[in-house]
């Protein structure tokens, strides 16, 4: 095996053993040999794989991220040596000789995902009791496995996937030294045909039950924000408790006082009875400790039994964990960075902003920031609390530095570990907090993820628990941020750190559709608006009949001739507003005139406004604040024209005509100009 930096860099150097062809030693039957090669090792020269065991661990390839998978597992095929063994071998070859088309290698967690594609034909493989992948090459079998897969009702994306990592063995048939008489497949197109089921879209939470859910979850955080000291505090002297249990039923074997729980040898025989004996030790002690906290516990954190402190502690963790995911929208992978340090406040421009601060692997590992609600401070400040203790037993059982916030002691024999079950434990707080799906719900449900049709369908049921899951809060978070404008796609892209606005449009996919659906019509407001706007109308003509102010424009002259003889429809406010009400009498206004004509309008104005000036509808009116943008125009126009030497006919037309009638207007309100002549150019021709 050949020097990688990618996956040894140069700290594994010296740990780095060259081994023989795997393919050569397969045919060869040189097991003892094969089983000993090493998988993966950590930085100090400690093995924490070979070839030879049912799980490859291979989280020292793996950059942070502890929550997510880190291991190549091949249990269950113990059943079939023949195909685990080849399981093995592909697996390997992925890693260490070709994992993609070009050379660039994989990472770890991309070939995990493989794996458990390709696990899918291994798993058929397995069930019709074949040893090789090389039984699919008989047109009987790939026909078999093809109704397989239609039966598992899977996702054209999933049923790609599977096809994909089939074509990524048939490239390794070199090094593999067996084309297994497979023909590369057309994962896409075949996928489609066997498939109806599209892409399907990570479900928005619908609006209640994301009441519900972080509604309860700011609720349990408040409440033990100022006794979290406490709930540690318990913890800690319940596992006290429980060492000194066992460290006393230790004592006793060891003496001899208790010897059935052992074999000659002095192995432990019955767990069960002793994780009893330990229980029974540590029983009153435990009441003791309980009763004591519930003295001075708030009556939402009082438990009565050690099964419902576990119970409550687990919630408060996960309550924690949910108020960061849902305020900021961070992925799962990126929540799982968190430390107690990871939150800070910013004053920017005079406002107060919380921030979280977590690394990010797309596109590489670094270290970005997320803008969050106040809430946070919080959270992170309790679960940090909570798990201090388990920090300083995971960094000794480790050998490493823990800084994350997210670890769980499962069983208070074993050290603690950190928490990479989250969708299980978001599932299990609907389920404790009696979080279910009403009818209003499911109709919700279909109609803000119009791209998951089929996932609500399958997965969605009326009276059921919500099947919450970490990725929800990125969606949820787009959804209602757009919905209910809160933000930008733009903002989004930022938050969310994606490279590409489509990205972030997805997320927000349905959200525009339904805030308009809740659109509702304010009738009172819209009566108020429209009594407004006729009353407004209405002054405007009530007021240039009865002053004597000049006007301009065709009706505005005609206007100023009416003030000696008013006409009836001008005669006062109250039959001009009725005329205006009914529509008989209509007003417009631009930044140059006003239209009294309505629909009757010719729209010359709206090509030239020169031609509203001396309207041929009759329908123009000019005040004093229009006659001064006029002025304004023609200084603007004619500013432009003595610059320009150049101008084509049609330019200079458009322009004179409207210098001519600013001209007018001024003149009808005596406003002092300089009438504009154009310089004209002789041109002789011999």
């Not at 096809?163 to 497949?185: C, E, H, P, Y």
């Not at 009082?302 to 108020?323: H, K, N, P, S, W």
């Not at 404008?485 to 733009?490: A, F």
């Not at 000036?613 to 604040?625: F, L, T």
Request: some cysteine.
């Amino acid at each position: 095996m050949a020097y990688d930096p990618l996956l040894y860099p140069a700290i594994y150097r010296a740990h780095q053993k060259i081994v023989d062809d795997v393919p050569k030693l397969i045919a060869g039957r040189a097991w003892e040999t094969l089983n000993t090669i090493v998988i993966c090792r950590e930085k100090t020269g400690e093995v924490t794989s070979v070839f030879g065991d049912d799980k490859w661990e291979v989280a020292p390839f793996i950059s942070g991220r502890k929550n997510y998978k880190s291991a190549f597992d091949f249990k269950e095929f113990h059943s079939s040596p023949p195909l685990m063994l080849e399981l093995k071998l592909i697996t390997y070859g992925w890693l260490y000789v070709k994992a993609s088309r070009s050379n660039v290698a994989l990472k770890p967690i991309s070939l995990i995902t493989r794996l458990s594609k390709l696990k899918v034909a291994y798993r058929f493989l397995l069930e019709k009791k074949y040893e090789s992948i090389s039984a699919l090459s008989c047109s009987e079998n790939w026909k078999s496995f093809i109704s397989h897969i239609v039966d598992l009702n899977l996702s054209q994306a999933s049923i790609s996937q599977v096809f994909g990592a089939i074509n990524s063995v048939i490239r390794m048939k070199s090094w593999l030294r067996n084309d297994f008489n497979l023909k590369m497949i057309r994962s896409k197109e075949l996928a489609r045909k066997l498939s109806h089921n599209g892409t399907q879209q990570t479900l928005t939470i619908p609006e209640k039950l994301a009441d519900q859910i972080y509604g309860r979850a700011i609720e349990l955080v408040t409440n033990a924000y100022s006794f979290s000291e406490q709930l540690a505090k318990l913890n800690d002297e319940l596992q006290e408790s429980y060492l000194s249990g066992k460290a006393e039923v230790e004592k006793k074997i060891k003496n001899g006082k208790i010897s059935y729980l052992t074999n000659s040898q002095g192995t432990l025989t019955n767990k069960q009875e002793f994780a009893n004996r330990v229980n029974s030790y540590q029983r009153g002690k435990s009441k003791e400790l309980l009763s004591n906290y519930n003295r001075c516990a708030p009556t939402s954190l009082q438990v009565f039994d050690v099964m419902e402190f576990r119970r409550l502690y687990g919630q408060v963790i996960t309550a924690c964990y949910i108020c960061c995911g849902a305020f900021s929208g961070m992925r799962d992978s990126e929540l799982g960075e968190l430390s107690p340090n990871s939150h800070y406040v910013e004053q920017i421009e005079g406002r107060e902003f919380h921030l979280l601060q977590s690394r990010t692997f797309k596109l590489g590992e670094k270290t970005e920031t997320w803008v969050a609600a106040p809430i946070v401070a919080k959270a992170i400040e309790v679960a940090s609390q909570l798990t201090e203790r388990w920090r300083s037993e995971y960094s000794k059982s480790t050998n490493q530095r823990c800084n994350r916030l997210w670890l769980n002691q499962i069983h208070r024999s074993k050290p603690p570990v950190v928490v990479c079950d989250w969708n299980e434990r978001l599932r299990r707080f609907c389920v404790q907090f009696n979080i279910v799906v009403t009818k209003d719900d499911l109709n919700e449900c279909v109609t803000s993820n119009p791209q998951s049709q089929t996932r609500v369908k399958h997965t969605i049921k009326v009276n059921n628990p919500w099947p919450l899951t970490s990725h929800q809060f990125r969606r949820t978070f787009a959804f209602y941020a757009i919905k209910h404008r809160l933000g930008t796609t733009q903002a989004l892209k930022q938050q969310f750190k994606h490279l590409y606005l489509q990205m972030s449009r997805w997320y927000g996919n349905g959200a525009r559709a339904a805030s308009l659906s809740n659109l509702q019509i304010d009738n009172e407001l819209q009566e108020l608006l429209e009594t407004s706007q006729y009353e407004e109308t209405a002054n405007k003509f009530f007021d240039m009949i009865n002053s004597d102010a000049q006007l301009s424009g065709t009706h505005g002259k005609a206007i100023m001739q009416m003030r000696e003889d008013i006409p009836y429809i001008y005669s006062s406010w109250d039959v001009i507003y009725d005329a205006v009400k009914k529509g008989t009498l209509t007003l417009h206004g631009t930044m140059h005139s006003y239209c009294k004509n309505g629909y009757d309008c010719d729209m010359d104005g709206v090509v030239n406004p020169a031609f509203c000036v001396e309207c041929k509808s009759g329908g123009s009116i000019i005040d004093e604040n229009q006659a001064k943008n006029w002025q304004e125009k023609h200084t603007q126009l004619t500013s432009y024209l003595k610059i320009q030497k150049d101008l084509s006919p049609s330019v200079y037309a458009h322009c004179i005509t409207q210098i001519r009638a600013a001209e007018s207007v001024m003149e009808d309100f005596n406003i002092p100009y300089e009438q504009y002549k154009h310089p004209i150019e002789v041109t002789q021709y011999d």
